[in-house]
Structures are given as structure tokens and as C-alpha cells.
């Protein structure tokens, strides 16, 4: 299921494939952004495709129950990634869907189709398409285990929950009240099912540099990764 990367050479410190993992609300999109930008990286966020399939089922009617039938989704989604004005922009099927996406109904769908093993097999398969030439700063929650487990360069960013609530809820405009106790349930939910989902959990891969991110901010967690970087590791 994995395909292994080779090892560091001079063109991988030149154009360096960097996998950044970890759970919703750590500071993976920013930081990954920020590295990829100090260093002139392709930035790959892999959630988005994910939540493109999502949306994807959600618009056709897919029974989120049946994983053949996801799998056939994400098998026909055309999701193309690509830099926009204020960050990536994420197209499904030729139409942008860089809003609809973080909608609360696909937020809350997003899981279940992520836990589907076909699924996961179709897209994993086309980020490692995407990373090939080597250049890129690729995040997502199962990146350095099993997307690219030879990546020289693997990271997983935590912080603490509390904050990862935060962090979300000022994402989503600043949420108070019944809607931000309804984030706390939800990411609550998304961690227990990354965690305990059968094909890739989330967790640190091996060799991984684990950064908590809690009290720092974004640009001093990418100024970590950069001297990592820098310095070979």
C-alpha cells in the first residue's frame, strides 16, 4: 500500500520532500504554508482532497455507510490543487470549491469518508503523483506513515486541545456559545476516529520531529522545521 521514497541526495536538500502530520487544529495548513513559501516548495494540503470527495458524495446522494460506493467516488473526482490568491485553491471537477468545502455539512461528513480504505488507497496514490518530483511541503494526518514514509524530511505538530479549539474557531470567524461547544464535539469525534480508523491512524511516524505547537506561534513552529531543514536534520 506504501511506495517507499529513496533516500536523501543532494537534489532532495535542493528540492526537499517534507511531510508534516498531525490533528486538526495543530497548525499544520499555516505552518505548512509559511515552510513552503521560505523555501520556494510546492504546498500540498491534503485534507482538501479529502474533503473534496466528501462533498462530492454529499452532492450525489452517496450513502456514507457504503465504503464501495466512496471509493467510486473518489476514484471518478477530478480534484485539482492549485495556488491562489490567499492560499490554495482546491477545484472539484472543474468548478472551485475552495469555500464549499469548509462547510459545516461536509466538516461533519469528512471523517467517515476519510476511515474508508478505498478511499484512502485512490487519494494517497495521487499525492504521491503530486510529491514525484520532489519540491514539496505536503501536510495531512497520515503523510510521513504511509503517503511518504522514505520522505527525508517528517514532522508531526500537536498542541494542546484547548488550543487546536481556538485555533479552529477563529478559522471558522470567531465561534461562541452553542456552536463553538458543537467544534469542541467535533474535532473531539475527528481525533477519536483518526486515531482508532483501521487503515492509516494518525500518529507520529518514525523518525517524525515532534513540535507542540501550544504557546508558539506559527512562524517560530516554521522556523523550527526550516532549521531542521537546513541543518539536514
Not at 31 to 56: C, E, N, Q, S
Not at 147 to 166: D, H, I, M, N, S
Not at 197 to 223: M, Y
Amino acid at each position: 500500500m506504501t511506495e517507499q521514497v529513496s533516500g536523501e541526495s543532494a537534489g532532495d536538500r535542493a528540492r526537499p520532500t517534507i511531510a508534516i502530520d498531525g490533528p486538526a487544529g495543530a497548525g499544520k495548513s499555516t505552518v505548512a504554508r509559511l515552510v513552503a513559501g521560505r523555501l520556494g516548495l510546492t504546498y500540498i494540503d491534503t485534507g482538501a482532497m479529502y474533503r473534496a470527495v466528501t462533498l462530492k458524495a454529499l452532492r450525489e446522494g452517496t450513502d456514507l455507510g457504503d465504503a464501495a460506493a466512496l471509493t467510486r467516488v473518489a476514484e471518478t473526482a477530478r480534484i485539482e490543487l492549485a495556488a491562489g490568491e490567499s492560499g490554495q485553491e482546491t477545484r472539484l471537477d472543474g468548478r472551485d470549491v475552495t469555500r464549499a468545502i469548509r462547510g459545516s455539512d461536509v466538516a461533519a461528513a469528512v471523517a467517515r469518508v476519510a476511515a474508508v480504505p478505498g478511499v484512502r488507497t485512490v487519494l494517497a496514490r495521487r499525492q504521491r503523483e503530486l510529491a514525484a518530483a520532489g519540491g514539496v511541503v505536503m501536510e495531512g494526518r497520515d503523510i510521513g506513515t504511509n503517503v511518504l514514509p522514505g520522505a527525508p524530511y517528517k514532522f508531526f505538530l500537536t498542541a494542546a486541545p484547548a488550543v487546536r479549539l481556538e485555533r479552529r474557531s477563529q478559522e471558522l470567524g470567531g465561534l461562541t456559545g452553542a456552536a463553538r461547544a458543537a467544534l469542541a464535539r467535533e474535532l473531539e469525534e475527528r481525533d477519536r476516529m483518526d486515531a482508532r480508523r483501521e487503515a492509516d491512524p494518525l500518529l507520529p511516524a518514525a523518525g517524525a520531529v515532534i513540535l507542540d505547537s501550544t504557546g508558539r506561534t506559527a512562524a517560530e513552529v516554521a522556523d523550527a522545521i526550516c532549521a531542521c531543514v537546513a541543518g539536514g536534520y
